[in-house]
RNA sequence: GCGCCCGUAGCUCAGUCGGAUAGAGCGUCUGCCUUCUAAGCAGAGGGUCGGGGGUUCGAAUCCCUCCGGGCGCGCCA
């Protein structure tokens, strides 16, 4: 509801300014200090104060003034040295944030432009940890917040199944566990497969120390993945389609799913790459270098530094080595077009997998479609949900594009960057890791695969479902068994997303145990805690008082009464909380233009923490007064709804009863 | 060496397309459960916003510079 005043609000001054000045001006407001000064302010006058060379105060004054009414505003003062303060008609406000609040999102027309959100993107020859769930997370949440919002959301997952990751577990079944396809295929089945390669990766990886020439074991074992024949491709094929699998399911109890898995296979079978290769040589994005470092290799150039060309050559990024074979980034260039619809060339599909809810999960695929299968790609906007280490490589990717002449489609290509997972070095030791003198004294440690240095994904919701199924055991002894383990999931999973959203995406987690597993003050049962005491209320209300209407609460007191409770300063707590509650639309918006859940992961937190002071200062089912009951329920349920809607959008639940 | 990010309370972090007295959580200390569940609430204490210069009516926020830390810069992905 704030956000449509405030942008009223803007508008007015704009044009009022421009009619009385004759001068276009950029109206920023802002939210003052305390609720005395109003719920809108607006600093314009000093910007016009330069222009017109008046003092600013004279400036605002005259406008307070003259500018007549604004819909939702009950009066302008003027404050400082010439602020201009706005004040909300209270009563209208928390009417209207009631009819909105809890409605359906917005649906996105079927010929709307197409967003296209790549998240997760983990190699599939391992378990998931937590740097993969922080991807996963933020990816997802943005998800919602499109979607919300109205945009067409398209969700992929890429699936890197014919890279060296997968090679080096193939090297480990078949040279350190001699192990044949048939017996991989049988190990395959067990219930955490990707626990086991995550030790053989770390194992491999080993090996490979150990004797640096076993590396040759390596490449024949991309080669034949590559060129899909013989034993080692077989073996591959059926670890990355297993691992892939259990990722789904991690990621489901996460409350992430997809749309699309486009595989790195089909890239090279379906000749995306011979394909985009084809127009950057055409389109000369490219240059085949003749002498150098870099002689016989195709090679994208930075932008024009000015230096020769054979220094320009030698600093450029590789894109086809010497021995004819493509980088990651080639594919990674194949890929990005197809995304926009610019290969000219289309995957088939197939269904891959399917939700808990029954909608299938498509992959890509060589073989003849589904016919049932979606049109996918063709996005308009594409988010790319990448650590911020690939910077560069991102850049050479859009650099690709822009070479082309799409510049359009490479203003839309946004890497959605975030900063990595670390662990303290406590953490790491408590799980038992040796690390260097130099490790244990750092701030954090970087996981590594290779190292098998991580906190896996499945393990810390394991451990986050065991505490709090304990809690809830401890607290509703009564309730049958499944219904506990139900609310012990969504804790867990409000605690971990939570923890892994609060953050900013440029700041690097620190990861702790303790910290990741707490329950109390700025975390993910705190925000579903407000919501439970809400429901425990109506809840109750309904028991007691069963002929109460408290659906329509705001029917039974008239606009009259609900202004004079609203009215400064006696009622000044709550349209504080009103006012809060009905900003989550603005607090939305305003995470969907910085590109960052964490803006409305802190919004979720300021409102239950609101709540919370609402709910011990005031008793609602003991209200004596009537009409101060009703404004008491709406209150809460205008509360209850924007956080259920909030914590939805970041992937919470929220529990009946906690 | 070059590029990107970060430096705000004891710790972990918000606030950074300039705005009014710099915020939160954790931790510490002191209180509050016969009440709509204490996964909660109240209070206390805690700051050269890394240093220095500049722009501005106004700077944690913009510019310059220095210091500290991280990440990246491969014919790996």
Same mark, same amino acid.
């Given at each position: 509801?704030?956000?449509?005043?405030?942008?009223?609000?803007?508008?007015?001054?704009?044009?009022?300014?421009?009619?009385?000045?004759?001068?276009?001006?950029?109206?920023?407001?802002?939210?003052?200090?305390?609720?005395?000064?109003?719920?809108?302010?607006?600093?314009?006058?000093?910007?016009?104060?330069?222009?017109?060379?008046?003092?600013?105060?004279?400036?605002?004054?005259?406008?307070?003034?003259?500018?007549?009414?604004?819909?939702?505003?009950?009066?302008?003062?003027?404050?400082?040295?010439?602020?201009?303060?706005?004040?909300?008609?209270?009563?209208?406000?928390?009417?209207?944030?009631?009819?909105?609040?809890?409605?359906?999102?917005?649906?996105?027309?079927?010929?709307?432009?197409?967003?296209?959100?790549?998240?997760?993107?983990?190699?599939?020859?391992?378990?998931?940890?937590?740097?993969?769930?922080?991807?996963?997370?933020?990816?997802?949440?943005?998800?919602?917040?499109?979607?919300?919002?109205?945009?067409?959301?398209?969700?992929?997952?890429?699936?890197?199944?014919?890279?060296?990751?997968?090679?080096?577990?193939?090297?480990?079944?078949?040279?350190?566990?001699?192990?044949?396809?048939?017996?991989?295929?049988?190990?395959?089945?067990?219930?955490?497969?990707?626990?086991? $390669? *995550?030790?053989?990766? /770390?194992?491999? &990886?080993?090996?490979? !120390? =150990? +004797?640096?020439?076993?590396?040759?074991?390596?490449?024949?074992?991309?080669?034949?993945?590559?060129?899909?024949?013989?034993?080692?491709?077989?073996?591959?094929?059926?670890?990355?389609?297993?691992?892939?699998?259990?990722?789904?399911?991690?990621?489901?109890?996460?409350?992430?799913?997809?749309?699309?898995?486009?595989?790195?296979?089909?890239?090279?079978?379906?000749?995306?790459?011979?394909?985009?290769?084809?127009?950057?040589?055409?389109?000369?994005?490219?240059?085949?270098?003749?002498?150098?470092?870099?002689?016989? $290799? *195709?090679?994208?150039? /930075?932008?024009? &530094?000015?230096?020769? !060309? =054979? +220094?320009?050559?030698?600093?450029?990024?590789?894109?086809?080595?010497?021995?004819?074979?493509?980088?990651?980034?080639?594919?990674?260039?194949?890929?990005?077009?197809?995304?926009?619809?610019?290969?000219?060339?289309?995957?088939?599909?197939?269904?891959?997998?399917?939700?808990?809810?029954?909608?299938?999960?498509?992959?890509?695929?060589?073989?003849?479609?589904?016919?049932?299968?979606?049109?996918?790609?063709?996005?308009?906007?594409?988010?790319?949900?990448?650590?911020?280490?690939?910077?560069?490589?991102?850049?050479?990717?859009?650099?690709?594009?822009?070479?082309?002449?799409?510049?359009? !489609?490479?203003?839309?290509?946004?890497?959605?960057?975030?900063?990595?997972?670390?662990?303290?070095?406590?953490?790491?030791?408590?799980?038992?890791?040796?690390?260097?003198?130099?490790?244990?004294?750092?701030?954090?440690?970087?996981?590594?695969?290779?190292?098998?240095?991580?906190?896996?994904?499945?393990?810390?919701?394991?451990?986050?479902?065991?505490?709090?199924?304990?809690?809830?055991?401890?607290?509703?002894?009564?309730?049958?068994?499944?219904?506990?383990?139900?609310?012990?999931?969504?804790?867990?999973?409000?605690a971990?997303?939570y923890f892994?959203?609060k953050?900013?995406?440029?700041?690097?987690?620190?990861?702790?145990?303790a910290e990741a597993l707490s329950f109390e003050g700025e975390t993910g049962p705190y925000c579903?805690y407000?919501?439970?005491?809400?429901?425990?209320?109506?809840?109750?209300?309904?028991?007691?008082?069963?002929?109460?209407?408290?659906?329509?609460?705001?029917?039974?007191?008239?606009?009259?009464?609900?202004?004079?409770?609203?009215?400064?300063?006696?009622?000044?707590?709550?349209?504080?909380?009103?006012?809060?509650?009905?900003?989550?639309?603005?607090?939305?918006?305003?995470?969907?233009?910085?590109?960052?859940?964490?803006?409305?992961?802190?919004?979720?937190f300021q409102?239950a923490q609101?709540?919370n002071?609402?709910?011990?200062?005031?008793?609602?089912?003991?209200?004596?007064?009537?009409?101060?009951?009703?404004?008491?329920?709406?209150?809460?349920?205008?509360?209850?709804?924007?956080?259920?809607?909030?914590?939805?959008?970041?992937?919470?639940?929220?529990?009946?009863?906690?």
């Open positions: 509801m704030y956000h449509p005043i405030d942008k009223r609000i803007r508008e007015a001054l704009r044009a009022y300014i421009l009619e009385k000045y004759g001068l276009e001006s950029a109206v920023v407001t802002e939210r003052p200090p305390r609720l005395e000064m109003g719920e809108v302010a607006s600093p314009v006058c000093f910007d016009l104060a330069k222009r017109l060379k008046r003092a600013p105060r004279q400036i605002a004054q005259e406008i307070a003034s003259s500018i007549g009414p604004i819909e939702g505003v009950a009066r302008i003062e003027i404050a400082g040295a010439g602020y201009l303060n706005l004040f909300l008609e209270r009563t209208q406000f928390l009417r209207q944030a009631m009819a909105l609040a809890g409605g359906e999102a917005a649906a996105a027309a079927d010929g709307a432009p197409k967003v296209i959100v790549e998240h997760t993107n983990i190699n599939p020859n391992k378990a998931a940890h937590i740097g993969h769930l922080r991807n996963a997370a933020l990816g997802d949440s943005f998800v919602r917040l499109l979607r919300y919002t109205g945009r067409r959301v398209e969700v992929q997952n890429y699936i890197d199944n014919t890279g060296v990751q997968v090679a080096d577990v193939v090297v480990g079944f078949h040279h350190l566990e001699k192990k044949t396809p048939a017996e991989v295929q049988a190990l395959s089945a067990a219930p955490r497969f990707d626990y086991l $390669c *995550w030790d053989l990766y /770390a194992r491999v &990886t080993q090996f490979y !120390e =150990e +004797d640096k020439s076993r590396t040759s074991l390596r490449a024949d074992a991309l080669k034949s993945i590559e060129e899909n024949h013989g034993d080692l491709a077989k073996m591959a094929t059926c670890v990355a389609d297993a691992v892939v699998r259990r990722h789904l399911r991690t990621m489901e109890r996460m409350q992430v799913g997809y749309d699309l898995l486009p595989r790195e296979s089909e890239i090279l079978r379906l000749k995306f790459w011979e394909k985009a290769f084809a127009l950057l040589k055409e389109r000369n994005a490219i240059q085949l270098v003749s002498t150098g470092k870099n002689a016989g $290799c *195709w090679v994208m150039r /930075a932008a024009d &530094t000015g230096e020769s !060309e =054979e +220094d320009q050559n030698a600093a450029a990024k590789i894109i086809v080595r010497s021995n004819g074979t493509v980088t990651y980034v080639g594919k990674d260039i194949a890929y990005q077009l197809w995304k926009f619809g610019l290969l000219g060339l289309d995957f088939h599909y197939r269904r891959f997998d399917q939700t808990p809810d029954g909608r299938p999960i498509w992959a890509t695929s060589a073989e003849e479609s589904d016919p049932d299968a979606p049109a996918f790609g063709r996005g308009w906007e594409v988010f790319n949900v990448i650590d911020s280490r690939q910077a560069y490589l991102q850049g050479v990717v859009v650099a690709g594009l822009r070479a082309l002449g799409y510049e359009d !489609e490479a203003r839309r290509s946004i890497h959605f960057s975030y900063e990595m997972v670390a662990l303290s070095p406590r953490s790491a030791m408590a799980m038992g890791y040796v690390l260097s003198p130099e490790e244990e004294k750092r701030s954090y440690v970087e996981m590594s695969g290779r190292r098998g240095l991580g906190v896996k994904a499945d393990d810390l919701l394991d451990r986050l479902e065991t505490s709090c199924r304990a809690e809830v055991d401890a607290r509703h002894p009564a309730l049958p068994a499944n219904e506990r383990t139900g609310m012990a999931h969504a804790i867990a999973i409000g971990l997303r892994l959203l953050y900013t995406r440029s700041a690097v987690i620190t990861f702790d145990f579903q407000a919501v439970v005491r809400a429901r425990n209320i109506f809840r109750k209300l309904a028991t007691q008082e069963a002929g109460y209407p408290s659906e329509k609460a705001g029917a039974i007191v008239d606009d009259a009464a609900l202004g004079k409770m609203l009215a400064a300063p006696a009622g000044d707590d709550l349209w504080d909380l009103a006012l809060l509650a009905g900003s989550l639309g603005a607090t939305i918006a305003g995470a969907v233009q910085a590109q960052e859940p964490a803006v409305l992961a802190k919004y979720a409102l609101a709540f002071l609402f709910y011990h200062k005031h008793r609602i089912l003991s209200e004596e007064d009537l009409q101060k009951k009703a404004l008491l329920l709406m209150l809460a349920q205008l509360v209850e709804r924007q956080l259920v809607t909030a914590l939805g959008l970041l992937g919470i639940e929220s529990p009946e009863k906690m």
